[in-house]
Nanobody
Framework: QVQLVESGGGLVQVGGSLKLSCVVS????????MGWFRQAPGKEREFVSA????????YYGDSVKGRFAISRDNAKNTVYLQMNSLKPEDTAVYYC???????????????????????WGQGTQVTVSS
């Protein structure tokens, strides 16, 4: 059974930092791209970042470019999201997600849409207070 477990969310002041982690179990993690999405109340799920299966390429939504950094440790079956210079509009539930196919490249565009992923974590709340 595939499981994704996020951690690291919390309450932080404007300008602060948080680091989210997502541990994956139940399949060969190193063969899959990973993504982070977020969803605020009343809004659609939004692409935040993705990293390809070997960690060689990363991708970001426009709203987080230059502030967030994604990374992965295939030896620990873990993907991370370092979030810096946080803003109130970053407040949301953050979800990690596992790509639907192994060794898929970003050229398909699948990284950017929730439909490209078939396993999700339970989400972790990030709240940025002003």
């Amino acid at each position: 059974q595939v499981q994704l477990v996020e951690s690291g969310g919390g309450l932080v002041q404007v300008g602060g930092s948080l680091k989210l982690s997502c541990v994956v179990s139940g399949l060969p993690f190193s063969g899959y791209a990973m993504g982070w999405f977020r969803q605020a109340p009343g809004k659609e799920r939004e692409f935040v970042s993705a990293i390809n299966w070997n960690g060689g390429s990363s991708y970001y939504g426009d709203s987080v470019k230059g502030r967030f950094a994604i990374s992965r440790d295939n030896a620990k079956n873990t993907v991370y999201l370092q979030m810096n210079s946080l803003k109130p509009e970053d407040t949301a539930v953050y979800y990690c997600a596992l790509d639907g196919l192994p060794f898929r490249s970003s050229t398909s565009g699948s990284y950017y849409s929730p439909s490209g992923y078939n396993h999700w974590g339970q989400g972790t709340q990030v709240t940025v207070s002003s």
